[in-house]
């Protein structure tokens, strides 16, 4: 077995993200110490139920203590409160990270508050689920996931690759982007797929001349994939949206005028171009499965229990994924 990377972990947030590293960490037993803070006694205490760590307390300051690695699991619009706080605690030579799904904003937040001597490395998994708190994690959630850095300049080289043999040894590849990039990727990516199934389930919720129980009954045509992303956490999406607002928007604009010129050729009748786009789109969706980020099982595996595409799927995935878990990952 390889040897353990830091001596102390702390664990400041432990949700969805803060307990599948907890669970990973454990299991592979990269750090001698895991100090697990949460925001509330509620969440602190099912940490502590499911042995996430060693110690466990709502003083973010007080795990951060003495720690060589330090991450941040947190709503994105916390990241400033949570690095002010825990500044006094932080040890010469430590590593300070993050996992927030925006990264310029979460560097205006944390940055001021580093003190010289800390390493402060920006990161986002891109590896999540629509479920959320520390019973929605699981070990294989960052298994063939990109990892991605936003290094600042000056960056130590030596401590970005210990952070990045962390990763990898949790099942991530990594990848290095400056932050305005970041920002811009993802909200095509990740931030405008839900703002857009937010959307289309809020709006179906709204219709009068069809019923909510007709939406309901009638899901499996489509609408039910949007409601997956809709369901996911409010508070950490409305944070994406408040923090990554320059790139959404600029996304939002190309998708509406894209949206607009479809409209467009269903009002023209313009089959070919209608054709043309969809074929393209199916091209896309081929390339998502050769890159390993999605199975080629129809409708993304779901089907009646004990359909052979479902015992395929089964084996495809880690045994021991709790059922609670075993949603199908996505980027965030
Ligand atoms: P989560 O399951 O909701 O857990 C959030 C954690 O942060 C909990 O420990 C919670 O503590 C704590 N917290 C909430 N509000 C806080 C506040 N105002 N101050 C301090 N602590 C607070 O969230 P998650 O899904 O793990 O997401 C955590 C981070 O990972 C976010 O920045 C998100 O953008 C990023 N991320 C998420 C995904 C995803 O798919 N979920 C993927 C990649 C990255 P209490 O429960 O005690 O309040």
Not at 2 to 27: H, T, Y
Not at 90 to 96: P, S, V
Not at 224 to 241: G, N, Q
Not at 247 to 259: G, P, Q, V
Request: one cysteine or more.
């Amino acid at each position: 077995m390889s040897k353990p990377i830091f001596e102390k972990i702390a664990l400041v947030g432990i949700g969805l993200i803060g307990s599948s590293l907890a669970r990973i960490i454990c299991r592979e037993v990269l750090t001698g110490h895991i100090a697990v803070a949460s925001r509330t006694a509620e969440t602190l205490q099912r940490a502590k139920e499911l042995k996430l760590g060693d110690d466990y307390t709502t003083d973010a300051r007080e795990a951060a203590r003495g720690a060589d690695l330090i991450i941040v699991s947190v709503p994105v619009g916390a990241c400033g409160a949570v690095a002010e706080e825990i500044q006094p605690a932080l040890k010469n030579g430590a590593i300070l990270t993050d996992v927030g799904s925006a990264k310029a904003s979460v560097i205006a937040q944390m940055q001021p508050h580093v003190p010289d001597g800390v390493h402060f490395i920006p990161g986002h998994p891109l590896a999540g689920t629509e479920k959320s708190g520390p019973d929605a994690g699981f070990a294989e959630l960052f298994e063939n996931r990109w990892c991605i850095f936003t290094p600042l300049p000056g960056t130590d080289p030596a401590a970005l690759e210990k952070l990045s043999e962390f990763w990898r040894r949790c099942g991530s590849k990594i990848d290095t982007m400056d932050p305005q990039h970041h920002d811009m990727t993802l909200a095509i990516v990740s931030h405008l797929p839900h703002i857009i199934a937010y959307n289309i389930v809020g709006t179906a919720d709204d219709l009068e001349s069809v019923t909510k129980s007709e939406v309901i009954k009638y899901s499996a045509s489509g609408f039910r994939d949007f409601t997956r992303l809709a369901a996911s956490d409010p508070t950490m999406w409305r944070d994406v949206c408040l923090h990554n607002k320059d790139a959404i928007l600029e996304m939002l604009a190309r998708f509406s005028e894209d949206l607009a010129s479809l409209q467009r050729a269903i009002r023209w009748g313009d089959g070919e171009k209608l054709f043309d786009l969809f074929t393209r789109t199916r091209a896309v969706r081929c390339s998502v499965i050769e890159s390993g980020q999605d199975v080629d099982l129809a409708n993304f595996g779901r089907q009646a229990v004990g359909h052979p595409q479902v015992v395929q799927e089964q084996q495809y995935q880690v045994a021991s994924v709790p059922i609670a878990a075993a949603a199908t990952p996505y980027v965030s």
